[in-house]
């Protein structure tokens, strides 16, 4: 922690003990809601077309919402529970107890609770995430009594939750997600019911207070994150959208300076996050498209800075998603979702509508992504407050479809991530820096790792983050060297582990060959062992180069048409200006090993090679070392953990992952060759 930090901490301490003890900053009493028009959020049916688009869908969420299966609900990849009406918000939704909802929040440890475990699951069930589905469903089947029991999930958290008090005042990027979703919640319903005024005052109570809350405990500093973002958007919200709250004006003003430095500053000139997760890209970026929201609707225009962001993001999620391609896992991901319409979206529509918004052409489609009802509003405001002033004013066109980046090979410079495209294949290389300094709290150890897709599908994966809080074994493995597709040295990570977010010593990366074009190679290393180096060079081949190395690498020809071919070089050698014996440096070396992590698969070892297959896909890996090779496969295994993937938060399955060692070296530099063919067959084929 840096030192100018620590007044800060102490300030938050004394602050939290003080809410402990005393009243609220804000009373209810001090204000008193307007008799019309509550919140200044609204949604026209035209707005709203993208949503009604999709009213088959709606109509099937309104069904589920109006029975008694109204709260049987999964949290983040947990089995289906039912927590009642009213809703049981202490409800642990994995083991079924209840978290403390009568303790004071800021006495309350959750990070470290053995009973209860994972404390994002009962986290998740307070950000309501049915909850605007449900809105958007009433209102496009203009069913009030739908519209009513949004009004009433809302009041019950109220109700359930007083100031400072239990496991929901734990964490303010918690109350941030709240404050927009029952905003845009009580907007999407406004034309079928409304709150009472005494309705208006408990829900509108919460709302400042929330807002107060991020921002006397703001994320400053090493936690100067997306959480910091999420704050800032909370403050405009309720400072925009909720006009007669007391100090309106002052949370609005406040957000608007939190954003207006942060969201510069945490999405790259590249397009990519600071903190270098492509999933904390995606949720900074719906977060300051509510903030973009409520602007347009006050007439505030939105900054050149956040403009010429969003046009690098699109350009970087265009680029490593085309079309139904998975975003993939880079650092964390827990799978946060600001504005949930209730249908998942993908990476290839967030980039359409960061064209949109930044006011680029877009193909038609993107008019029926449903996420763009909620965030995008009139036309020709929004045209306005997105051009620079020194253009005129015009509607945004939404006929043409944005150029695709047609290149096969790009280096974003500033997270470091290669993209290498063959025709059905795409590899992802990190090499770039570990994270967002100084604690690299969502970092993985994950130094030049490597993954590869074949039509759309994970094959060679990063096997993701599957928990946060909960179970500090599986965290580690989860984000550790030996869990990633690169060289671990001596059983020890390339980064070191201080806590589950937080590092010590981190490897620093940096390019050493750009050659992408025309070849399409990049060569990179990082000091996470020194005086040990590991540098690694990634290569896309054409037939002829991989025929060729195939021969210098093995005695064995095999089939490799209608595959696309890359080429994976690693070398373990001594750092230039390190100062230790041979000696020492090839014991630094033991237990050299190269990772390989597959999608679950059937994968079977040949005499120099593995070939993997599942359903219509297939890749074979062909490696050569400088010393002889223990090759081993691993799947599912406990002790220590390996060969596991997690899809999605919370969920982890066996799959298969290769383990090339070199225990003893003889010599320096170790070196790998790795010689990878995919294909797809077609089922006609």
Same mark, same amino acid.
């Given at each position: 922690?840096?030192?100018?930090?620590?007044p800060?901490?102490?300030r938050?301490?004394?602050?939290?003990?003080?809410?402990?003890?005393?009243?609220?900053? !804000?009373?209810?009493?001090?204000f008193?809601?307007?008799?019309?028009?509550?919140?200044?959020?609204?949604?026209?049916?035209?707005?709203?077309?993208?949503?009604?688009?999709?009213?088959?869908?709606? /109509?099937?969420?309104?069904?589920?919402?109006?029975?008694?299966?109204?709260?049987?609900?999964?949290?983040?990849?947990?089995?289906?529970r039912?927590?009642?009406?009213?809703?049981?918000?202490?409800?642990?939704?994995?083991?079924?107890?209840?978290?403390? &909802?009568?303790?004071?929040?800021f006495?309350?440890n959750?990070?470290?609770?053995?009973? #209860?475990?994972e404390?994002?699951y009962?986290?998740?069930?307070g950000?309501?995430?049915?909850?605007?589905?449900?809105?958007?469903?009433?209102?496009?089947?203009?069913?009030?009594?739908?519209?009513?029991?949004?009004?009433?999930?809302?009041?019950?958290?109220?109700?359930?939750?007083?100031?400072?008090?239990?496991?929901?005042?734990? &964490?303010?990027?918690?109350?941030?997600?709240?404050?927009?979703?029952?905003?845009w919640?009580?907007?999407?319903?406004?034309?079928?019911?409304?709150?009472?005024?005494?309705?208006?005052q /408990?829900?509108?109570?919460?709302?400042?207070?929330y807002?107060?809350?991020?921002?006397?405990?703001?994320?400053?500093?090493?936690?100067?994150?997306?959480?910091?973002?999420?704050?800032?958007?909370?403050?405009?919200?309720?400072?925009?959208?909720?006009?007669?709250?007391?100090?309106?004006?002052?949370?609005?003003e406040?957000?608007?300076?939190?954003?207006d430095?942060?969201?510069p500053?945490?999405?790259?000139?590249?397009?990519?996050?600071?903190?270098m997760?492509?999933?904390? #890209?995606?949720?900074?970026?719906?977060?300051?498209?509510?903030?973009?929201?409520?602007?347009?609707?006050?007439?505030?225009?939105?900054?050149d800075?956040?403009?010429e962001?969003?046009?690098?993001?699109?350009?970087?999620?265009?680029?490593?998603?085309?079309?139904?391609?998975?975003?993939?896992?880079?650092?964390?991901?827990?799978?946060?979702?600001?504005?949930?319409?209730?249908?998942?979206?993908?990476?290839?529509?967030?980039?359409?509508?960061?064209?949109? #918004?930044?006011?680029?052409?877009?193909?038609? &489609?993107?008019?029926?992504?449903?996420?763009l009802?909620?965030v995008?509003?009139?036309?020709?405001?929004?045209?306005?407050?997105?051009?620079?002033p020194?253009?005129?004013?015009?509607?945004?066109?939404?006929?043409?479809r944005?150029?695709?980046?047609?290149?096969?090979?790009?280096?974003?410079?500033?997270?470091?991530?290669?993209?290498?495209r063959?025709?059905?294949?795409?590899?992802?290389?990190?090499?770039?820096?570990?994270?967002m300094?100084?604690?690299?709290?969502?970092?993985?150890?994950?130094?030049?790792s490597?993954?590869?897709?074949?039509a759309?599908?994970?094959? #060679?994966?990063?096997?993701?983050?599957?928990?946060?809080?909960?179970?500090?074994?599986?965290?580690?493995?989860?984000?550790s060297?030996?869990?990633?597709?690169?060289?671990?040295?001596?059983?020890?990570?390339?980064?070191?582990?201080?806590?589950?977010?937080?590092?010590?010593r981190?490897?620093?990366?940096?390019?050493?060959?750009?050659?992408?074009?025309?070849?399409?190679?990049?060569?990179?290393?990082?000091?996470?062992?020194a005086?040990?180096?590991?540098?690694?060079c990634?290569?896309?081949? &054409?037939?002829?180069?991989?025929?060729?190395?195939?021969?210098?690498?093995?005695a064995?020809?095999?089939d490799?048409?209608?595959?696309?071919?890359?080429?994976?070089?690693?070398?373990?050698?001594?750092?230039?200006?390190?100062?230790?014996?041979?000696?020492?440096?090839?014991?630094?070396?033991r237990?050299?090993?190269?990772?390989?992590?597959?999608?679950?698969?059937?994968?079977h070892?040949?005499?120099n090679?593995?070939?993997?297959?599942?359903?219509?896909?297939?890749?074979?890996?062909?490696?050569?070392?400088? /010393?002889?090779?223990?090759?081993?496969?691993?799947?599912? /295994?406990?002790?220590?953990?390996?060969?596991?993937?997690?899809?999605?938060?919370?969920v982890?399955?066996p799959?298969p992952?290769?383990?090339?060692?070199?225990a003893?070296?003889?010599?320096?530099? !170790?070196?790998?060759?790795?010689?990878?063919?995919?294909?797809?067959?077609?089922?006609?084929?």
């Amino acid at each position: 922690m840096p030192l100018r930090e620590i007044p800060h901490r102490v300030r938050c301490a004394v602050d939290a003990q003080w809410r402990a003890r005393f009243r609220p900053p !804000i009373q209810r009493t001090s204000f008193r809601p307007p008799s019309q028009q509550q919140l200044e959020l609204r949604f026209t049916n035209e707005e709203l077309a993208p949503l009604a688009a999709h009213l088959g869908f709606y /109509e099937r969420v309104r069904s589920i919402a109006l029975s008694s299966r109204a709260h049987v609900l999964s949290m983040l990849g947990a089995p289906e529970r039912d927590f009642g009406t009213p809703v049981n918000w202490f409800c642990d939704p994995v083991t079924g107890d209840n978290w403390p &909802s009568d303790v004071s929040a800021f006495r309350l440890n959750y990070r470290h609770q053995s009973r #209860l475990g994972e404390v994002k699951y009962v986290w998740e069930l307070g950000r309501m995430p049915w909850l605007v589905p449900w809105a958007i469903a009433a209102r496009l089947t203009r069913d009030g009594d739908l519209a009513r029991r949004v009004v009433e999930d809302i009041l019950s958290f109220v109700r359930s939750n007083p100031p400072y008090r239990g496991v929901h005042w734990t &964490s303010g990027i918690e109350l941030a997600v709240r404050v927009v979703a029952w905003t845009w919640a009580l907007a999407l319903i406004e034309p079928l019911t409304s709150p009472t005024e005494h309705e208006w005052q /408990e829900i509108g109570f919460h709302i400042a207070l929330y807002a107060d809350y991020c921002w006397r405990f703001r994320s400053l500093y090493s936690s100067a994150n997306n959480h910091l973002i999420a704050e800032g958007v909370a403050l405009q919200v309720a400072g925009l959208a909720w006009p007669w709250l007391p100090k309106a004006a002052q949370f609005a003003e406040r957000g608007r300076a939190i954003l207006d430095r942060e969201i510069p500053r945490q999405i790259l000139p590249d397009g990519s996050s600071i903190e270098m997760c492509l999933s904390y #890209l995606c949720e900074v970026l719906v977060w300051s498209f509510a903030a973009g929201r409520v602007r347009a609707q006050h007439g505030l225009r939105i900054p050149d800075s956040w403009l010429e962001r969003w046009q690098a993001s699109a350009n970087l999620l265009l680029t490593v998603c085309r079309d139904e391609e998975p975003l993939p896992h880079l650092g964390d991901d827990d799978e946060g979702d600001v504005l949930p319409t209730g249908q998942p979206i993908r990476p290839h529509e967030l980039g359409q509508i960061l064209a949109l #918004l930044s006011g680029k052409e877009v193909e038609p &489609s993107v008019r029926q992504i449903p996420l763009l009802g909620l965030v995008w509003g009139p036309q020709e405001r929004v045209a306005r407050l997105c051009s620079p002033p020194s253009e005129s004013v015009a509607p945004l066109p939404g006929t043409a479809r944005v150029p695709p980046n047609t290149s096969d090979a790009q280096l974003f410079s500033h997270c470091g991530l290669v993209v290498l495209r063959g025709p059905k294949t795409r590899v992802l290389a990190d090499f770039g820096p570990h994270g967002m300094p100084p604690i690299y709290a969502h970092a993985h150890a994950d130094a030049l790792s490597v993954t590869l897709d074949i039509a759309g599908y994970p094959v #060679l994966v990063d096997p993701g983050t599957y928990c946060y809080h909960g179970e500090r074994v599986w965290r580690d493995w989860f984000r550790s060297t030996a869990a990633h597709n690169t060289v671990e040295i001596g059983q020890q990570n390339q980064s070191q582990m201080l806590g589950p977010f937080l590092w010590g010593r981190v490897a620093r990366t940096r390019i050493i060959e750009n050659d992408l074009a025309p070849h399409q190679k990049i060569c990179a290393e990082h000091d996470g062992y020194a005086p040990l180096v590991h540098r690694r060079c990634i290569r896309r081949l &054409s037939n002829k180069e991989a025929q060729s190395l195939l021969r210098e690498n093995v005695a064995s020809d095999i089939d490799i048409e209608e595959a696309d071919a890359f080429w994976v070089h690693d070398t373990v050698a001594p750092l230039a200006n390190a100062r230790t014996s041979e000696a020492e440096l090839l014991n630094l070396a033991r237990d050299t090993i190269l990772w390989w992590h597959f999608a679950p698969g059937h994968l079977h070892l040949t005499s120099n090679g593995v070939h993997w297959r599942r359903g219509s896909r297939e890749l074979t890996l062909i490696w050569s070392a400088s /010393e002889p090779v223990i090759a081993e496969i691993h799947e599912g /295994e406990l002790s220590p953990p390996q060969g596991w993937v997690s899809p999605c938060f919370s969920v982890k399955y066996p799959a298969p992952a290769l383990e090339l060692r070199i225990a003893v070296p003889q010599r320096l530099p !170790i070196e790998f060759s790795s010689l990878i063919f995919a294909r797809y067959r077609a089922a006609s084929q």
